[in-house]
């Protein structure tokens, strides 16, 4: 990446990418009555050969944000939108292929799921925006090979019991004491990538798999009786990693929301695991990643919001 | 109001209150291997004979916002939460009753709701929070009388059809064409007052009612042909009001979330109302109060978040 | 508010208003190679004879909120905005005098202040955004009188001695110790109102005011050796009003932002009031009107945010 | 990684941390009647030894996260924090050095600037947050190398002028104008890379290297005559690194903010660079790292908000 045109320049160019972010497109599919609603939150970033533009200003192999934002709309209409991802590698292969700059396009999705509000008439287009969680894509192409990483925010779940806290090491400033039924609770933030990288293999069924995903993860929170966050989190990847051939790798991201048992001894009542405080900040915050054997981490070690 | 103990005072006191705001209270209720969830937010208010904290900082009549918060989580162990109305009525009746300075306390309540997760295993204490909106109750009593205000925030709805806008005003600043087919989306704020009001009479079904209202106006907001939101608020305000003979008064926070039809046709796509952009700012703000016929209007013009 | 034209029904509408929300205008005014940003968030809310809109969806007395939302950014060019309330002014004024069926209008501005970054050209055309707080204003106009109504909130000050707070009411939920040095800290949202409602009368000053009130709000924070948040805030209501004519009302809405002093004895240290932990949630919340002797009150109990 | 302990796991821990995130704390220093605050909002987060506790829920490894923020908290006094990355040495060389299983600390820290009110009297004790960016500093530490990498958010700037945009790529889908007087802004996000890893060095004045780096970007920022924001990034990046001798990589994640001159034509009127929109979403987002020529880059290249 060392800059030849520029001689002498102390300063040069790293890694760098551009795109228009957050693109907001809500396309309706008509059938007869029926109304059908994908709801998408696409944020384009391209990076290739773009030296000039940061080193001079010259706009020369640079594609507007602003033609990328049209793109998304209008691929809305060429394409439609049968899953984010789909829909995603639409659009980076558009980007990789047509401009020759463009090295690498990396497209992300949020999604929002809306449930149908059910109506005496005959028609079906009225809508109620679920809210519990938002699912994401992220697809990046380079020409060559693909990378399809999805995965869920906000999903927050809790067990009131089967939770327990004990046999930790104990330092000079450890002052908590050990827990044998807590409630356990947190807001998922997960990653999953998908060994599909090739245009010849056959895709897999986004939209099962998601589904499958979002229900085997629920599934492991719920059966596992758990001795530490860190365990449930690793059952819930291995039964991804499990029941998904097309998952390799799984990241996940938990705060534990802590609910503290309050005190009501004062008050000359017996706290029996009913009345509990949840806590906003400060909350332990357990990350890792499961792996199917033998294969290699790619999800960053940090997740981001987009 | 005027302090007749410090003559000269050329500025007065006016209405006061105070109070811990943001309790967040989770109870759990064990019926064997089948837990229930109750997650409240709960934000006590008072009011009352508070001149002298103001005018001279003495606290002689201040009952603590730490008291305050503590009677929050005694009280979900000693009278437990059958509803957060139901709950709001402990709060208040003994924060008035209790400390003769205080003459009318205000209870106001976010609830959030939990969906279960199914497991083969035989407990049932494993849940996932639906996102899909806030509960709200807002229980106010003077010693005398009650008021008690319900509602909801955060419900998000969308008509991709049935709704128009023209026939419209046209001033000089007027661009806006009309449109005969357009989608309709809100995020409904709203709130409906009992007029259960005596201890003498017997109280509502908070849960039921709830549920019915939620159901009621979903409803209306689906079978209503719009041709403005203002007509379509009215005809949610109107539902609740014929149905539910225990709510005299509602009040509608409407933003209009515009979703505009992208122009695809300098691309050589024609955009037959497929492809939106959602907005995000501005918005139009539709709000409004419906009554039943005869009755008074209370709920304030500005609806608050807590 | 009765519905003579629509015998026998049930709901009925009640006050109601509506117009476009939030719409971000900046405005660059070039004295030479010298610019000047004024950057407001104007939200404009119309009421009038609107029964038809809600009842059968009529648009025939409905000024589009888009047609709202042009006037805004016609006016920033047409009048420039001399400040947030003056430009408000020409808003309602607009609304009311040209339109028949609007009999009031409600302007509210949020504004956002920039400070120049110094550079060596002679051009001044380089700004950062401050963040300390946002600056309000509501403008209401009902074709004779004006209600002005300004204020701020996002200011975040702190004492970190000079409070105390003890005396208090005991009861058998109160376990908090009292405390003779504690830090006060709170997140400030205040309103004024001024007496200017009349044309005839001269204007006054509305950035001199502003600028005036949060010196003084500030000093009288500062100064106060407190005894209890009340007193406070009584105090900073009080130096408004003795120093500002203009204004007979302040209403201030001050979470108590605990900061918790650290328990460090089980570590074998002492902490002298060095090292405090800033608590979320829950908070106090301590509200109040403070009026200008034999003035009436009109500023809301519930402060909102726009 | 892999688990030889468990032979025939199909599902492999991979990279993992954990620890307690926003510790809150406020250490005040008393000079007398003269106070100094200093806010930080403090993650830990800590790797190792910890399969066991993944696979089988063993917390034998385990330092609670309670623990990691008690020890915040006591270093606050035992240590007092002199700059938010000296603060974050004391701590990441603690959790190492102590116990054994613990490998890596990477310690996170915002922190929140205060100014002075002034008052009439001597004390200084008060003081009024300021708003304008949230300060950043990331420690990490393996027990043999440090890595510091500090910077900033939410610092929001704009140029009204000396910024064009034109000369780009046009393919089918573009629309975009080119533009030759624009306005410029953007929300700053940085991060730069001290090249101080090991403790026989002295360390840099982390105080006195945040100041000048902020400087530097500003003056940058304002200095550059734009034909990109890439350029305008580069440029910042390239004047730290030329001026900053302990910095060796900055990456940079800059919004382009939009702002949209307002058509006012169909309103008889000309917008002559005066009146603008400022857009929330979409918006272009400009990523890039800029690197001491020779350097490694080491910053991820998606910047994470804590």
Redesign the interface.
């Known amino acids: 990446?060392?800059d030849h045109s520029h001689p002498a320049?102390?300063?040069?160019?790293?890694?760098?990418?551009?795109?228009?972010?957050?693109?907001?497109?809500?396309?309706?599919?008509?059938d007869g009555a029926t109304?059908h609603?994908k709801?998408l939150n696409v944020?384009v970033?391209l990076s290739g050969d773009?030296e000039e533009?940061?080193?001079?200003?010259?706009?020369?192999?640079?594609?507007?944000?602003?033609?990328t934002?049209?793109?998304v709309?209008?691929f809305?209409?060429?394409y439609g939108i049968e899953s984010a991802e789909q829909f995603g590698i639409h659009l980076a292969r558009h980007f990789v292929t047509?401009?020759e700059?463009i090295r690498r396009a990396r497209i992300r999705i949020e999604e929002y799921a809306?449930q149908r509000?059910?109506?005496?008439?005959e028609?079906a287009?009225?809508?109620?925006?679920?809210?519990?969680?938002t699912r994401l894509a992220q697809i990046t192409y380079d020409g060559g090979t693909w990378e399809v990483v999805s995965g869920l925010k906000?999903?927050?779940?809790?067990?009131?019991?089967?939770s327990e806290?004990?046999?930790?090491?104990?330092?000079?400033?450890?002052?908590?004491p050990e827990a044998h039924d807590r409630?356990l609770a947190t807001e998922v933030s997960g990653r999953w990538r998908f060994n599909w990288t090739e245009d010849a293999r056959e895709m897999p069924d986004w939209e099962k798999s998601y589904e499958q995903i979002r229900k085997h993860l629920?599934?492991a929170?719920?059966?596992t009786y758990?001795?530490?966050l860190?365990?449930t989190?690793?059952e819930m990847?291995?039964r991804i990693?499990?029941h998904r051939d097309e998952i390799d790798?799984v990241?996940f991201s938990l705060?534990?929301k802590h609910?503290f048992l309050?005190d009501?001894e004062?008050?000359g009542?017996k706290?029996d695991?009913?009345?509990?405080?949840?806590?906003?900040?400060?909350?332990?915050?357990?990350?890792?990643?499961?792996?199917?054997?033998g294969c290699e981490?790619r999800i960053?070690?940090?997740?981001?919001?987009l």
Chains 1, 2, 3, 4 share one sequence.
Do not use: C
């Open positions: 990446m060392a320049r102390p300063a040069v160019l790293g890694q760098n990418q551009y795109g228009k972010a957050e693109n907001r497109v809500v396309k309706i599919t008509r109304h609603v709801d944020s970033s773009m533009v940061h080193y001079s200003g010259s706009n020369a192999h640079v594609l507007p944000t602003d033609t934002k049209n793109t709309y209008a809305a209409k060429e047509s401009q700059p809306w509000i059910g109506t005496s008439g028609g287009h009225s809508f109620v925006r679920e809210g519990r969680e906000d999903l927050v779940v809790m067990n009131s019991t089967d806290f004990w046999g930790y090491v104990k330092d000079k400033y450890t002052t908590l409630i629920l599934q929170f719920a059966d758990s001795l530490s860190q365990q989190l690793y990847g291995a990693i499990e790798e990241r705060p534990n609910h309050v009501l004062p008050f009542l706290n695991n009913e009345v509990y405080l949840a806590a906003d900040r400060p909350y332990g915050l357990i990350e890792a990643t499961v792996l199917r054997d981490a960053p070690v940090d997740l981001t919001n």
